[in-house]
């Protein structure tokens, strides 16, 4: 019999490297391995602070002895331990015990609060430690539950674990939660997949009666394939027929999620309902699945009450398992070619997969679905700014300029119809194309395109356009089903894509002015270039306007420093507070305020900076409690981009400060635009 690895072999081993890398990118933690003496093992990641720490050879700041005392500490006490460092970063460990042998897993993440990066600071100025990197918080708590989720699954993994390929398994699937090309790597037998499914899920939100339908063509309805919890083997009786009022309900509404009582469907459900052990249950959360606009599928999860959280995370893992019971179809439908088309997608999901970088994920997208159906020709268009309209994001075989000039609003057009319904469209012959009649346009080689709908759920983001094949043929039904899959997991990368940069709005702490709590001036001068370039780009106009305190130099030398940084934090959260969202406030220096509104032209930006002066000078906003009785108000300077100066940042920034400067000199408490 083949010896059992050791538990450093199996936590060396690449499948377990590339779990706790998954853990690791999601968490935000970097993650080591040590052995039972606390020596190391491996690192997925060198920890930023600790990285910055160790490069300046900071005497006393601990490194690494408080992290080996905790370490070992953990391993005495057998338990998940959660500390901080000496630098004030917070700190996990967990012990990991497999076949008698110990080691652990150590988690090195950020600072759990702004006071506590203060600390940090302050020990970092004392040991000339510079500090560039962008911030983010996490708390006691939610490292301690990090700690205990990898404290549980791991273990669980390795106690249960017999084989290696058994370990093999187990950890993928534990990472295919996050891990979209899991499915591809499991056999190719739905019941297996659907256990996979429910398993992965029961993993999430923890032990509960769940089962998974799927369309039968063979009873004209939906059957239950596999379930799981106390009630597994009555769940196995569920079949609903395809003109069933809670099959059509779920077919025509197509939520994300149908959350209902079960005497509420107890006269539509099917007779299962009756069995007396059913009858114990009180609530389903049903999530459906679609394919191609049809439902193929529903997951059922009864008597749990799931979060928000894991909601979200159920609902991405449904898109996920929505690709493994598409690939099944298209194994069905596709048998000459299947191992070559299933390598294809699985190669171009897990290629889009891991880009991150906004621009690289758009063409790496566009050339893995050209690549795909073997086309010349492409467009990847996604919704602007404020929704209006469909901008070309990446292409193939389109001059740049056209490319730019391209911009279709919802209904317009193919790409706009598609956006519209939702629906993708295949076009054979487009000048014979009833739905169409139009000619084809010269740039095209061929008559034949694709148009797909990127979507997350029921909603929308953009559409894929696939035109020209390089050897001339047309597209057909089964290049429609083998884009697909590649469809539904870029639209998840995209969605992916753009939380990560609304998560990065928490990184503001680095850039924002200490005193008052607004964005300082390094960051304004990144959106205003970034604003310059959408405005070379798409022409969108942008205005900003300077404001400072009337005789403020006075009000310092009557009450000093404190009375005044007082102001300037009151002036601060009113400028803040009555901004739009998409507005963007710096402190520019001293009691100099700089406020950048983009996508607006100068007759809105004169209203809003005009009502920030107004509430500032009848409402006494600058007085408070703690703050000397004195009538304080705002001068404020305005232009408008293009219309008062040229897009660069001197001249916008000259052109300001005059506008300013003529506000001052004209008595103060005024607005002067250009």
């Known amino acids: 019999m083949k010896k059992a690895p050791s538990v450093k072999q199996l936590l060396s081993s690449d499948d377990c490297k590339k779990f706790l890398l998954l853990l690791s990118n999601i968490t935000d933690f970097s993650i080591s391995v040590y052995d039972s003496d606390g020596a190391l093992i491996y690192s997925t990641k060198e920890n930023p602070a600790c990285e910055i720490i ?28 959660v500390y901080k460092c000496p630098s004030m970063i917070m700190n996990f460990s967990v012990p990991i015990e497999y076949n008698g042998e110990k080691a652990a897993i150590a988690g090195r993440g950020t600072h759990a609060s702004y006071g506590d990066f203060l600390k940090f600071l302050k020990i970092a100025c004392n040991r000339n430690i510079q500090i560039n990197a962008p911030l983010s918080f996490v708390d006691a708590a939610r490292a301690k539950e990090i700690a205990e989720y990898i404290y549980k699954s791991v273990n669980c993994l390795l106690n249960n674990l017999k084989e290696k390929t058994g370990l093999t398994e187990k950890l993928g699937r534990f990472s295919a939660v996050f891990d979209t090309g899991a499915f591809d790597k499991f056999p190719k037998n739905t019941d297996i997949t659907c256990r996979y499914v429910l398993d992965a899920i029961e993993f999430v939100i923890g032990t509960t009666s769940s089962a998974i339908m799927l369309k039968d063509s063979r009873t004209s309805g939906f059957k239950a394939i596999y379930s799981k919890g106390p009630h597994k083997v009555n769940l196995m009786n569920i079949n609903l027929a395809f003109d069933n009022q809670l099959i059509l309900r779920l077919s025509s509404a197509k939520p994300a999620v149908l959350s209902l009582a079960l005497k509420d469907i107890s006269s539509v459900a099917g007779k299962f309902l009756a069995e007396k052990q059913i009858q114990e249950l009180e609530s389903v959360h049903i999530f459906p699945i679609f394919i191609s606009g049809e439902m193929e599928g529903m997951i059922w999860i009864f008597d749990k009450e799931l979060s928000h959280e894991n909601m979200k995370i159920i609902n991405a893992f449904r898109d996920h398992a929505k690709v493994a019971f598409e690939n099944n179809i298209l194994r069905l439908a596709i048998h000459e070619k299947k191992d070559e088309m299933l390598d294809s997608i699985s190669n171009c999901t897990e290629a889009i997969a891991s880009v991150h970088e906004w621009g690289s994920l758009m063409e790496t997208i566009m050339d893995k679905s050209t690549q795909m159906l073997k086309a010349e020709q492409g467009s990847l268009m996604l919704l602007n700014f404020d929704g209006s309209e469909l901008l ?68 929308v983001t953009g559409v894929l356009n696939i035109s020209d094949k390089i050897m001339g043929g047309v597209f057909n039904e089964n290049d429609l089903r083998l884009l697909q899959p590649l469809v539904t997991n870029a639209a998840i990368a995209i969605e992916r894509n ?32 970034e604003e310059i370039a959408r405005f070379n780009r798409f022409k969108q106009p942008f205005s900003l306007f300077m404001l400072d305190i009337d005789r403020f130099k006075k009000y310092n030398d009557t009450y000093g420093h404190i009375a005044t940084d007082k102001v300037l934090k009151v002036l601060a959260a009113s400028i803040t507070n009555s901004l739009r969202s998409i507005d963007i406030a710096a402190r520019f220096g001293g009691d100099e305020f700089m406020v950048l509104l983009p996508q607006t032209r100068k007759v809105d930006a004169i209203h809003i900076a005009e009502r920030l002066r107004e509430q500032i000078e009848l409402s006494s906003i600058l007085q408070d409690a703690e703050l000397p009785p004195n009538k304080l108000t705002i001068s404020i300077g305005l232009i408008s ?25 004209s008595g103060g408490n005024r607005l002067v635009y250009l």
Not at 57 to 75: D, F, K, N, V, Y
Not at 503 to 523: A, C, H, M, Q, Y
Not at 641 to 665: G, H, N, R, S, T
């Open 54 to 81: 160790k490069s300046c050879s900071a005497a006393g700041s601990g490194c690494p002895a408080s992290c080996s005392q905790s370490i070992i500490e953990s391993l005495k006490l057998n338990e998940p331990l």
């Open 392 to 459: 070309v994001e990446a292409k193939r075989g389109i001059d740049s300029i056209l490319a730019k000039e391209i911009k279709i609003k919802k209904g317009e057009g193919i790409s706009g119809k598609v956006f519209e319904t939702g629906r993708p469209i295949l076009v054979q012959d487009v000048e014979n194309d009833p739905r169409l009649n139009q000619k084809n346009k010269p740039r095209y080689k061929t008559k034949s395109f694709l148009s797909v709908p990127l979507k997350i759920e029921d909603r």
């Open 498 to 529: 753009q939380l990560y940069k609304q998560s990065e709005e928490k990184k503001k702490l680095s850039i924002t002015d200490p005193l008052t709590g607004v964005l300082n001036r390094r960051f304004l001068d990144q959106r205003l270039t």
């Open 641 to 665: 981009c293009p219309d008062d100066a040229a897009a660069d940042i001197p001249a916008i920034l000259e052109k300001v400060d005059q506008a300013l400067y003529l506000a001052k000199k």
